[in-house]
């Protein structure tokens, strides 16, 4: 059996459904998107097939280990520009892209992780989100998604009680 170069297989189709959809509502090559690629090329090279431009698209990972499995991975021709590529944490990669002009057009958020990661029974990965999120980078009719691994969260039921709003108005700007 070949292992799948996305993890599995229930999550590349996933990753496929999101694109699909972000591709319905927008139009690739003139739309900015944003990923966290992780040391998988699939989603990038989707985001590519898709139509998205590279000078349009951004990464994060702030790992800089998995930042150089991505790198190897990637074809030279098709790697994201070094200014698209941000090795920071995603409220920080915002607030760089914030100064440069940019407005998201398209977010996929897929953590790969539990959402307290970092700070125990504190959700460290949902603040991070929050923080993302108050930047003023999203364009008006930005279409975001957000995925994190569930069912091992310590208090989850005070984070489904808690409801996941994030703290952004409808129309926030």
């Known amino acids: 059996m070949v292992k799948d170069p996305f993890g599995d297989r229930a999550k590349r189709e996933h990753c496929i459904e999101i694109w699909n959809a ?3 509502f927008k139009i690739p090559r003139l739309s900015t998107a944003l990923i966290l690629p992780g040391s998988s090329i699939y989603e ?23 930042k150089a499995n991505f790198t190897r991975r990637v074809v030279k021709a098709k790697l994201p520009s070094p200014p698209n590529f941000f ?3 995603l409220s920080a990669a915002a607030e760089a892209l ?3 002009g940019v407005r998201l057009d398209v977010v996929n958020l897929d953590f790969c992780q539990t959402c307290e990661v970092a700070k125990r029974d504190r ?11 108050l930047q003023p980078i999203l364009s008006p009719t930005a279409l975001v998604a957000i995925g994190w691994m569930v ?11 808690e409801g996941l709003t994030f703290g952004v108005v409808e129309g926030h700007d």
């Open 87 to 89: 090795r920071m944490p």
């Open 98 to 100: 914030v100064h440069r």
């Open 44 to 66: 990038w090279d989707l985001v590519l097939r898709k139509g998205y431009q590279s000078t349009q698209a951004y990464c994060v990972e702030i790992n800089p280990a998995i």
């Open 22 to 24: 972000f591709s319905t």
């Open 123 to 133: 959700y460290a990965m949902l603040d991070e989100i929050q923080r993302f999120l």
């Open 151 to 161: 069912a091992r969260e310590h208090g989850r039921d005070n984070l489904e009680a």
